[in-house]
């Protein structure tokens, strides 16, 4: 398709090697709209800084993001960004990934729209393996209506639907994503900012569906939830030595994600596969190679003459 | 279709028929689909015009299956109401349709199979052992196989067909597979045509009078997918579901050579959402379903109309409610389709009234959808999706479309929802020459895409979302109006319904009544060129697979009253998921010309 579609700035650009410095001021757009204390604050900065150290061209960032509190993140990044409906910001994302190969797609989301009304599509994305980064902002509740139990809502925790604490079983997102086939599988802290960039910046180089489950507290219902991995709170901050983790072995993987309350941080699990990006285009190169350059008019024409 | 086979001449031994309707019934795996197809193939290569009909069980394995083929020297606008051959393959076929039989027609037989037979209406019966004869000629194991070349093979004796023409059908058809595939075809087909079927008057359909250019034939489903592919649609995404699959199909395997990509989505939920991200990249792009899935993309319609995002939808529409009648007919989504989703959601509504038409209806999708930049839906219906009709090749060097992908950087002044403009959005990958960057929302919001809860800027936005309804109103061309612009009815058709609708009004005018007929394509909205359409008659008649419901009325005459407040709009509806009879139209019409005088 990038053949056929007029791309006027790429041409210009290798003639004209200028490349702008992209800043956190040329990103930043509305004032985000979370509670004082939110720890999707330190999510967006962090996103800032990795595009301003990694020097994505602003033009071609394409930020999209379902419904929830930390869904309203595209309108916070001054790039191409679109908002859409609950639980298919990745079946959304992964039509601009596969007809666009040369922008970088970027979702975000909290843990109701990505395991619970989109939970089918996070399984499919994974398999597929879709070339886009997946940030998932879990802060263990629905926050944006107000206090109700979510799919990570840890057991007994109560709620305003659950109001003698929640009875059903959690789920665990590292083993999930293992059994969907994502290709890049980390976990982080919205709290542990030095290791949120170097998740974030592995995630983004990642060809392939990556995938970060990043704790990120939400201060108004669900204060203290990550406190056990906070060492500031009390808690235990471990992550993953990869000297010791094999994180091409899924079954070393699953394990590994055996006690999330609170486990450890790091990569679980990375291996190279085809994107279906990648398979997609082979089929297409492959198709036209057999026909000869014919344009694409004189194709459809003698598909019609098959027909009299 | 009776009256058709009136001879023309008899100059010699065979009588001259301008029209012949053929009913091949049996089970689905017997192949009697592709007798139909190779017949409708020969009509479109000899001029004569063709439409066939076909049901198709609904299970995987097989069952009570007809295919319907009527052929004829002049204009032929539906499948026909009544056979004048039926070729029954076993008990059960001739038992169902010995009725669709007409006075004094022919029936040919497996009397391998077919037990008993009915000594009514003067049909003339002939038993031919179709198994057996075709076993005897391509010889071995053939057992069932090929019955249906020995069957082609004998219609095109009794009809005296162009026998030359249909080998050089059949052979490129099976030449592309095993070389025995085409023998054996070959040899039973030979077997069938050299039948001696013994004292049976032969036929020959007069020669055909459509334009001599260049001619296909083929079904609704191809011609739709064709169509998008001119329109220059190169991405897409959908979910298997029945009869919508088959476009999704040829999408698939046809994109790749246009460098676009379709893809099969998990749900009909993803598919929608994909196809609205490759719309937001910039592309023109489309989904497609049938009823269910219809109703499960709603929410992500209604954001489309809401972020102004140019999207084309197919609606193969089939017998509803829930998973209802999945391989019947039916038109009971024209509402949904136009009020489908929560909140004030603009958008188009097309429907295609002919196989000819789903190419054409697919390139004025593709306009409205990008000058709009809005979704726009695509009523087809399972009648159209299947069955198969001759016409003149499109002209591709007249209608073809080059995609574009427009990434020319954007001015300081440009915003997204301007709201003194048509919305035309930048897509990602354009430079911002003002340093801001467009919001694609479904919140609603201010012309840079940001959240606005402002009631002003809310009543605003509706207005603007609106006006494209407006413009296209005023822009579309007039329905086309098949006989005087004045008389006693008019007869309103979308849809498959066109076809029995126009042969209704021929009939009707041939009995003396001041009665006409109007094809509407652009059913949301409507073109107000219609209102001066209307005012020429005394009734108008909406002609309508779907229920009358609780006030009386079918979906588009709901449509109409409601826009026009005329009690001289009223209804022919029915919800049989059998495509209208013409006399079933000229009854119902008949019965609201003789209440309006009364």
């Given at each position: 398709m990038s053949t056929a579609v007029a791309t006027p700035e790429a041409p210009a650009a290798a003639a004209a090697p200028v490349v702008e410095k992209?800043?956190?001021?040329?990103?930043?757009?509305?004032?985000?709209?979370?509670?004082?204390?939110?720890?999707?604050?330190?999510?967006?900065?962090?996103?800032?800084?990795?595009?301003?150290?990694?020097?994505?061209?602003?033009?071609?960032?394409?930020?999209?993001?379902?419904?929830?509190?930390?869904?309203?993140?595209?309108?916070?990044?001054?790039?191409?960004?679109?908002?859409?409906?609950?639980?298919?910001?990745?079946?959304?994302?992964?039509?601009?990934?596969?007809?666009?190969?040369?922008v970088h797609v970027f979702v975000f989301g909290g843990d109701g729209d990505g395991f619970s009304i989109g939970g089918n599509h996070l399984n499919h994305a994974a398999r597929k393996n879709i070339k886009?980064?997946?940030?998932?902002?879990?802060?263990?509740?629905?926050?944006?209506?107000?206090?109700?139990?979510?799919?990570?809502?840890?057991?007994?925790?109560?709620?305003?639907?659950?109001?003698?604490?929640?009875?059903?079983?959690?789920?665990?997102?590292?083993?999930?994503?293992?059994?969907?086939?994502?290709?890049?599988?980390?976990?982080?802290?919205?709290?542990?900012?030095?290791?949120?960039?170097?998740?974030?910046?592995?995630?983004?180089?990642?060809?392939?569906?990556?995938?970060?489950?990043?704790?990120?507290?939400?201060?108004?219902f669900y204060p203290g939830a990550f406190d056990d991995s906070w060492p500031k709170k009390g808690g235990v901050w471990e992550t993953i030595d990869e000297t010791q983790h094999d994180v091409t072995d899924d079954v070393a993987a699953f394990k590994l994600a055996d006690n999330l309350a609170p486990g450890k941080f790091g990569v679980y699990y990375q291996v190279d596969r085809p994107t279906k990006n990648a398979l997609e285009q082979k089929w297409i190169d492959d198709t036209q190679a057999k026909l000869g350059g014919t344009s694409q008019k004189d194709l459809l024409k003698k598909r019609f003459e098959a027909m009299r | 279709m009776s009256t058709a086979t009136a001879p023309v001449s008899s100059s010699d031994s065979k009588k001259t028929l301008r029209n012949a309707v053929i009913r091949f019934a049996g089970n689905s795996q017997d192949g009697i689909q592709s007798i139909g197809g190779f017949l409708a193939r020969l009509a479109g290569r000899t001029a004569q015009e063709v439409m066939t009909y076909m049901t198709i069980p609904s299970t995987i394995s097989g069952g009570p299956s007809i295919f319907q083929v009527h052929l004829g020297s002049g204009e032929v606008l539906t499948a026909g109401d009544e056979a004048d051959v039926l070729v029954a393959f076993y008990q059960h076929s001739y038992d169902s349709h010995f009725t669709a039989l007409r006075q004094g027609g022919i029936c040919l037989?497996?009397?391998?199979?077919?037990?008993?037979?009915?000594?009514?209406?003067?049909?003339?019966?002939?038993?031919?052992?179709?198994?057996?004869?075709?076993?005897?000629?391509?010889g071995g194991s053939a057992k069932d196989r090929g019955k249906n070349m020995f069957v082609l093979g004998l219609i095109v004796s009794v009809f005296n067909l162009d026998k030359e023409k249909l080998v050089g059908i059949i052979s490129r058809q099976f030449g592309k597979k095993d070389e025995s595939v085409l023998r054996n075809a070959l040899l039973a087909f030979d077997a069938g045509y050299a039948y001696q079927i013994g004292d049976i008057e032969k036929f020959a359909l007069a020669p055909g009078e459509a334009d001599s250019g260049h001619r296909i034939s083929t079904d609704g489903n191809q011609m739709l997918s064709l169509g998008l592919l001119a329109a220059g649609v190169r991405y897409g995404a959908a979910y298997p579901i029945t009869p919508w699959s088959s476009i999704m199909e040829t999408l698939r395997s046809e994109l790749p050579k246009y460098g676009g990509i379709f893809v099969q989505a998990e749900d009909e939920l993803a598919a929608v959402s994909m196809a609205i991200g490759e719309a937001f990249a910039g592309h023109l792009a489309m989904t497609g379903s049938s009823g269910p899935g219809l109703s499960l993309k709603m929410e992500a319609l209604g954001y489309a109309s809401m972020a102004e995002l140019p999207l084309i939808v197919v609606n193969v529409q089939r017998g509803g409610p829930s998973t209802g009648l999945p391989t019947s007919v039916e038109q009971s989504d024209l509402m949904q389709a136009i009020y489908g989703s929560h909140g004030d959601t603009p958008r188009f509504v097309l429907a295609p009234k002919d196989v000819e038409d789903c190419f054409y209806i697919a390139l004025e999708a593709g306009r409205i959808a990008r000058k709009y930049s809005s979704p726009v839906i695509i009523l087809s219906d399972q009648a159209l999706s299947s069955r198969i009709e001759a016409f003149e090749e499109p002209d591709l060097d007249k209608h073809w479309v080059e995609p574009t992908l427009d990434q020319t950087p954007r001015d300081a002044e440009w915003k997204p929802y301007r709201l003194d403009k048509t919305t035309q959005h930048a897509p990602p990958g354009t430079k911002m020459a003002g340093g801001k960057y467009p919001h694609i929302s479904g919140l609603e919001h201010d012309e840079w895409g940001h959240p606005s809860g402002n009631a002003k800027m809310h009543q605003q936005m509706t207005n603007k979302r609106r006006q494209k309804l407006l413009d296209a109103a005023a822009e579309f061309a007039a329905p086309e109006v098949h006989g005087d612009a004045t008389g006693d009815a008019l007869i309103i058709a979308w849809g498959s319904a066109w076809g029995p609708a126009k042969e209704a009004c021929d009939r009707l005018r041939s009995e003396g009544h001041k009665v006409s007929a109007a094809n509407i394509r652009h059913l949301h909205p409507l073109p107000n060129k219609l209102d001066g359409v209307l005012a020429g008659f005394k009734n108008v008649v909406c002609v309508e697979m779907n229920d009358f419901g609780a006030y009386g009325h079918g979906q588009l005459a709901m449509l109409l009253r409601a826009k026009y407040a005329d009690p001289k709009i009223k209804s022919v509806c029915k919800t049989d998921g059998l495509a209208f009879r013409v006399r079933e139209i000229v009854t119902g019409v008949e019965k609201h010309l003789a209440a309006g005088q009364a």
């Open positions: 992209l800043t956190k001021k040329a990103l930043t757009a509305d004032h985000p709209t979370w509670c004082p204390g939110c720890g999707d604050f330190a999510v967006l900065a962090m996103f800032y800084r990795v595009l301003e150290k990694l020097n994505i061209p602003q033009e071609k960032i394409v930020v999209v993001a379902g419904i929830g509190c930390s869904s309203r993140f595209p309108y916070f990044m001054n790039t191409h960004s679109l908002h859409f409906i609950h639980g298919r910001a990745l079946p959304l994302a992964t039509g601009v990934s596969l007809s666009r190969p040369d886009l980064t997946y940030i998932i902002m879990d802060n263990f509740v629905y926050g944006l209506t107000k206090n109700q139990t979510s799919p990570t809502t840890p057991i007994g925790r109560k709620s305003k639907t659950d109001p003698t604490g929640a009875i059903d079983r959690p789920i665990n997102p590292m083993k999930q994503l293992l059994a969907s086939g994502a290709t890049f599988i980390a976990r982080t802290h919205a709290a542990q900012v030095k290791h949120m960039e170097e998740i974030f910046t592995r995630a983004i180089q990642h060809d392939g569906f990556s995938v970060v489950e990043c704790l990120s507290e939400c201060v108004m | 037989y497996d009397s391998g199979e077919v037990k008993e037979i009915k000594h009514e209406k003067g049909v003339f019966h002939i038993g031919i052992p179709f198994t057996a004869a075709t076993v005897e000629a391509i």
